[in-house]
């Protein structure tokens, strides 16, 4: 099973590190690209995968639970040298597929821009001497002040809400046809809850270990990020999918 490495995705594991679910997934970490390919490559049979995926491969969702978010997520940030609709080249941060889709769908969608997207390591300093704007997600974007900067910077996860009016899903558990029975979903389910009713221990032990302030790690997990999944969550993901296959001229 394949888990990403950064903060958002820690509540939905908290179990399977240090509660009941211990032991019962072989657990390996990734940024999210990097699960999505060992998930095509046959190397996983379950994963935490940026929803985009789901127009990629053939998996089934494991339901209930995912990164999304209502409002600004804080963690995938475009930051431009211009007004968004002047934007030519966009340097990527490519670990998201999903992010770098939702950049093209809301500056298409919104401000009419088609920048050329070049895949860049995330240093910002440098992907703005290259481009007119970057794309920084997960970690690296929350190391950053947005209100310190000299730039445009705009959240994509407030950007997709004021958009459309919908939740806006970056990625779902998903799994190899017949990986997701009942036994299984209880389990990821079960892992989750445990890292809700700790938060202030998650919010103790990764502010250590990534370095961040705990404040930060609290405000992240408890007002950014959605953990819980519900229909209407699932209905802004179909739209997002939806669009990202118009932008690409392919169905979903």
């Keep these: 099973m394949c888990a990403v490495s950064f903060l958002n995705t820690t509540p939905l594991v908290w179990g399977m590190l240090h509660g009941p679910q211990r032991g019962l997934f072989d657990l390996s970490f990734r940024v999210p690209a990097g699960c999505a390919d060992q998930m095509a490559a046959g190397e996983a049979d379950i994963g935490i995968l940026p929803s985009f995926e ?3 491969q053939d998996l089934e969702i494991l339901p209930g639970t995912g990164i999304a978010c209502h409002g600004p997520v804080r963690s995938i940030l475009l930051v431009s040298s211009r007004p968004a ?3 030519r080249t966009l340097a990527v941060d490519a670990s998201s597929r999903t ?9 298409h969608r919104r401000y009419g821009a088609e920048p050329e997207c070049v895949p860049h390591p995330p240093d910002l300093d440098v992907m703005l001497r290259r481009a007119d704007a970057a794309l920084i997600i997960g970690d690296p974007a929350l190391r950053i002040d947005p209100a310190h900067l000299p730039y445009h910077v ?18 779902v558990w998903a799994g190899r046809r017949g990986a997701i029975t009942p036994e299984v979903v ?4 079960g892992s989750w809850r445990y890292g809700c009713e700790r938060m202030e221990e998650i919010v103790a032990g990764e502010a250590a270990r990534r370095d961040f302030p ?3 790690v ?14 209407r969550d699932y209905q802004g993901m179909e739209l997002f999918l939806s669009y990202a296959a ?3 001229g392919t169905a979903v």
Excluded at 100 to 107: G, P, Q, S, T
């Design 214 to 216: 705990p404040a930060l």
């Design 246 to 248: 118009e932008r690409r």
């Design 218 to 231: 609290r405000e992240y997990l408890t007002r950014h990020i959605v953990h819980q999944l519900g229909p």
């Design 54 to 56: 789901l127009t990629r």
């Design 154 to 171: 705009y959240d994509l996860g407030a950007e997709w809400v004021e958009m459309t009016g919908q939740p806006m899903v970056f990625a």
């Design 99 to 107: 992010s770098v889709e939702l950049a093209r769908v809301i500056l």
């Design 85 to 87: 609709g002047e934007i």
């Design 186 to 189: 209880e389990a990821f389910l």
